[in-house]
């Protein structure tokens, strides 16, 4: 009886489908987050008679054969790469990135990690950290009597001091871009390390080759769409459900085939 087995296989996919879209939910008011699909795909066919197979009884060549199904696998849990709404909040070091592209930083064991959360703020010491506490790359460091902070779209940040007419220039803020940025590892707090599928990073200065650029005073939210999330969570449920009735039944049959004199 492969019911029970194949039923079993598509109760645990679309299990793994709700945890996708739950994990999505809870990721609504996340800044920069990119919302997740489960992907699946169908397990190995068991080969009764293949295709092309010769007809041991005339001679003639079987035109589909008998291939029977052992059920579903996940086959992968990728990323929907897309541009979420831009808020705006008013804060000197909240920047969003307009386009592709991610903020770099260097985590305390010296490694480079990517985050498109750039709500940024300034260490005790005046360098640019996010809310993590990681320096944001190359290392910027804003002067104490620093009264005001701008950020042009090319990431150059000027500071205005008390008696100066002219903004100083502190420095750049880089963007690094992937080849693929579905194959970026995921880790937690809105960053991601960089792996052998998402290619190495590209490190250049926003709008230039490709990269987005900043805007200033605002926050990237979620592009998770609360409608398609909860269409695709009842339409999980269902198939939950149908796998589950296809194990009872293969349950009633195996039981009328116990009672059977």
């Known amino acids: 009886m492969r019911a029970l087995q194949i039923a079993a296989t598509g109760m645990s996919a ?12 809870a990721n609504m008011s996340t800044t920069g987050y990119n919302a997740r699909r489960a992907e699946f795909a169908d397990l190995h066919y068991q080969q009764i008679t293949s295709p092309g197979a010769i007809n041991a009884t005339d001679g003639t060549v079987v ?5 029977l199904g052992l059920g579903v696998r996940a086959a992968a849990v990728s990323v929907n790469i897309s541009q979420g709404s831009l808020a705006s909040t008013g804060g000197d070091l909240d920047i969003a990135i ?24 300034r ?16 290392g910027i460091t804003i002067p104490e009597e620093t009264k005001l902070i701008t950020i042009n779209p090319s990431g150059e940040i000027y500071a205005s001091f008390d ?48 990269l987005g650029s900043l805007r200033q005073f605002f926050l ?13 969570l009842i339409e999980a449920q269902r198939g939950y459900e149908m796998n589950a009735k296809v194990i009872t039944a293969a349950d009633q049959m195996l039981g009328a085939t116990t009672q059977i004199r």
């Open 14 to 25: 679309q299990q793994m489908r709700v945890e996708v879209i739950s994990n999505n939910l």
């Open 63 to 67: 035109p589909t054969g008998i291939q």
């Open 98 to 121: 307009e386009g592709s592209g991610y903020f770099e930083v260097t985590l305390p064991s010296g490694q480079s990690a990517f985050t498109r959360d750039g709500a940024l703020k």
């Open 123 to 138: 260490s005790p010491d005046g360098q640019i950290v996010t809310s993590e506490g990681y320096a944001v790359a190359p």
């Open 163 to 210: 008696g100066q007419v002219t903004p100083q220039l502190l420095g750049q803020i880089t963007l690094a871009g992937f080849t693929n940025e579905k194959g970026l590892q995921a880790t937690g707090s809105n960053l991601f390390l960089e792996t052998a599928a998402s290619g190495p990073a590209q490190v250049a200065a926003p709008g230039e080759n490709g």
């Open 220 to 232: 990237e939210g979620s592009s998770v769409d609360a409608v398609r999330e909860i269409t695709d």
